[in-house]
T-cell receptor, first 113, second 112 residues
Framework: KAGVTQTPRYLIKTRGQQVTLSCSPI?????VSWYQQTPGQGLQFLFE???????NKGNFPGRFSGRQFSNSRSEMNVSTLELGDSALYLC????????????FGQGTRLTVV | GENVEQHPSTLSVQEGDSAVIKCTYS??????FPWYKQELGKRPQLIID???NVGEKKDQRIAVTLNKTAKHFSLHITETQPEDSAVYFC???????????WGAGTKLIIKP
């Protein structure tokens, strides 16, 4: 059974640009959550999608958006990048949501210069 | 809003000793409490979880206890080994919308 796959693994972008990250969940999983992790920081929740609908949202500005496709693959977009957006972005998939095991991808390391 | 407090932020123990990490949650209707381990440079992985109808769960050297009245749960690691060095995250699932609320993490250091 394939795990959660995130692409790309590494990205370098310039301040002001936009970026799209992709997450392919485990087959059959309908929930995909996105997290931002900076050095020494915990898992900051961005949003969760379930069956193509945003079910939960964290406290991030509107520059952060996402979507989920009918095959449960999810994308996250960050517009007008700021230096502070440099972080590891993790996605996690689960069968049902918060009360089932979350399987994390290896993450996308975004560097904004 | 709902939150999960995790303590301590850093824990240093001698190899072979026990380690305990504690979390307190605010949503009394929370019903699922997982613990994740994140080794340096790796993704978080579930190590143990407990549901609200159970008070304790063990898996070899690790155990989790849940006190619903006090709204706190703890991770216990016995006979610690170097490979236990990692950041541990607790979380609680909000009953209303299935969202996982995460603790801030505990960096566990095992001293040789």
């Amino acid at each position: 059974k394939a795990g959660v796959t995130q692409t790309p693994r590494y990205l370098i972008k310039t301040r002001g640009q936009q970026v799209t990250l992709s997450c392919s969940p485990i087959s059959g999983h309908r929930s995909v959550s996105w997290y931002q992790q900076t050095p020494g920081q915990g898992l900051q929740f961005l949003f969760e999608y379930f069956s193509e609908t945003q079910r939960n949202k964290g406290n991030f500005p509107g520059r952060f958006s996402g979507r989920q496709f009918s095959n449960s693959r999810s994308e996250m977009n960050v517009s007008t990048l700021e230096l502070g957006d440099s972080a590891l972005y993790l996605c996690a998939s689960s069968a049902g949501g918060g009360d089932t095991e979350a399987f994390f991808g290896q993450g996308t390391r975004l560097t904004v210069v | 809003g709902e939150n999960v407090e995790q303590h301590p932020s850093t824990l240093s123990v001698q190899e072979g000793d026990s380690a305990v990490i504690k979390c307190t949650y605010s949503d009394s209707a929370s019903n699922y409490f997982p613990w994740y381990k994140q080794e340096l440079g790796k993704r978080p992985q579930l190590i143990i979880d407990i549901r609200s109808n159970v008070g304790e769960k063990k898996d070899q050297r690790i155990a989790v206890t849940l006190n619903k009245t006090a709204k706190h749960f703890s991770l216990h690691i016995t006979e610690t080994q170097p490979e236990d060095s990692a950041v541990y995250f607790c979380a609680a699932s909000m009953h209303s919308n299935y969202q996982l609320i995460w603790g801030a993490g505990t960096k566990l250091i095992i001293k040789p």
